[in-house]
Antibody
């Protein structure tokens, strides 16, 4: 069974750093792109970026370039999303998801449960 | 950036009725469009990809159509569990989502 399990909810202060995780199981982690999606409270979905765990090729949406860092450790089938200096506006639910492989690559077929990040002084 | 505009913002229908949701792209995305369903407190679920292909285990009452800039998600006969928020997403030029349509019980 394909699963993506994300790390637990976080409460942080502005200016703090944070790294959240997404561990895949039940499939070959290294050959599927992983995407990160933000959902701010009461709002829609926003595509942040993607990573290919096999070689850590990473691409970002323009809005998120320079704001976050996406990484992966293929030895433990885990992808990460990190911030160096959080802002209140980073408060959101963050989802990781697997991209379909092959001719229909670019859609998200399996999703993690989400990690709620709250940034407040 | 390709902008996807969904309409209506909210759709109020009763169980058993037919639902028609629209997604319009700011430029052609060919058939590279997907639909997702998100229920309250849950992660999104892929329903339709490449405009008309049903994802694994998605009931036949869900269907997608369209190409170019205009797309439709149709739910032929609404079940109580179908009331949720629906998003479209394109993969033609990077990736973007629409703003969502909330399907609520009338």
């Amino acid at each position: 069974e394909v699963q993506l399990v994300q790390s637990g909810a976080e409460v942080k202060k502005p200016g703090e750093s944070l790294k959240i995780s997404c561990q895949g199981s039940g499939y070959s982690f290294t050959i599927y792109w992983i995407g990160w999606v933000r959902q701010m409270p009461g709002k829609g979905l926003e595509w942040m970026g993607i990573i290919y765990p096999g070689d850590s090729d990473t691409r970002y949406s323009p809005s998120f370039q320079g704001q976050v860092t996406i990484s992966a450790d293929k030895s433990i089938s885990t992808a990460y999303l990190q911030w160096n200096s959080l802002k209140a506006s980073d408060t959101a639910m963050y989802y990781c998801a697997r991209l379909i492989r092959g001719d229909s690559s670019g859609y998200l077929d399996y999703w993690g449960q989400g990690t709620l990040v709250t940034v407040s002084s | 950036e390709i902008v996807l505009t969904q309409s209506p913002a909210t759709l109020s229908l009763s169980p058993g009725e037919r639902a028609t949701l629209s997604c319009r792209a700011s430029q052609s995305v060919s058939s590279y469009l997907a639909w997702y369903q998100q229920k309250a407190g849950q992660a999104p679920r892929l329903l339709i990809y490449d405009a008309s292909k049903r994802a694994t285990a998605i009931p036949a009452r869900f269907s997608g159509s369209g190409s170019g800039t205009d797309f439709t998600l149709t739910i032929s006969s609404l079940e109580p569990e179908d009331f949720a928020v629906y998003y479209c997403q394109q993969r033609s030029n990077w990736y973007t989502f629409g703003q969502g349509t909330k399907l609520e019980i009338k």
